[in-house]
């Protein structure tokens, strides 16, 4: 089963308006995190927003946000003022335990959202 | 701000040829991981390393290996190259702090991009 479920494989958004990219997860782990990557074109994988599993508050990095609802297992990233430099590809990922313990925390990603943002 | 440095940033090689990835993790960053993103997929994990010993193994082929040096740094080598090895590979490292609340953020390098032809 997919741990990580991204179900818009692309959206379109006008510029200055907010998109939702949706994201669902999958762990029987007490203790983890989730995260949200965004990949322009160039290639490189760019760290937006971290979400911990016993954070009792939803994480904000300046125009993004991430809606955490933990009895539904959903980690949505919320932009706020969509800009042209959004357009790029988003993926949600989630670290768990590793399997042999200790210093082990691999990430496991989403297919991803194609985001385009519309001028 | 330092950020995970990849050398070399793009390569090309020919069908059962070697080849030699590096990755320089962000200062005190004590675990490198290594991720590989075939064309138009997500980064599948392959292999990571805390304090200089392999830590965990993912869905790597035998036909690479990796290690980590003394000063941190980290080498990704890939011998009997197949076409289908053709993916951006990424080097990404943390800090693992302790504690039962912790953030241990994945930062990501720039990535190498091997073509096999």
């Known amino acids: 089963a997919q741990k990580i479920t991204q179900t818009q494989p692309g959206m379109f958004v006008q510029e200055k308006e907010a998109v939702t990219l949706d994201c669902t997860y999958d762990?029987?782990?007490?203790?983890?995190?989730l995260f949200w990557y965004k990949q322009p074109s160039s290639g490189e994988m760019i760290f937006l927003i971290y979400q911990g599993s016993y954070d009792q508050q939803n994480a904000t990095e300046g125009r993004y946000s991430l809606n955490f609802q933990k009895a539904r297992k959903s980690a949505n990233l919320v932009i706020s003022a969509s800009q042209l430099g959004d357009s790029a590809m988003y993926f949600c990922?989630?670290?768990?335990?590793?399997?042999?313990?200790?210093?082990?925390?691999?990430?496991?990603f989403g297919k991803g959202t194609k985001l385009s943002v519309i001028p | 701000a330092a950020g995970v440095i990849q050398s070399p940033r793009h390569l090309i090689k020919e069908k059962r040829e070697t080849a030699t990835l590096k990755c320089y993790p962000i200062?005190?960053?004590?675990?490198v991981y290594w991720y590989q993103q075939g064309p138009g997929q997500d980064p599948q994990f392959l292999i990571s390393?805390?304090?200089?010993?392999?830590?965990d193994k993912g869905s790597i082929p035998d036909r690479f290996s990796a290690q980590q040096f003394s000063d941190y740094h980290s080498e990704l080598n890939m011998s009997s190259l197949e076409l289908g090895d053709s993916a951006l590979y990424f080097c990404a490292s943390s800090f693992l702090p302790s504690g039962p609340s912790y953030t241990d953020t994945q930062y990501f390098g720039p990535g190498t991009r091997l073509t096999v032809l």
């Open positions: 390393f805390y304090e200089k010993m392999q830590s």
């Open positions: 990922a989630m670290r768990e335990e590793g399997n042999s313990g200790a210093g082990s925390y691999q990430l496991t």
């Open positions: 762990t029987s782990d007490p203790s983890y995190g």
């Open positions: 200062p005190r960053h004590d675990t």
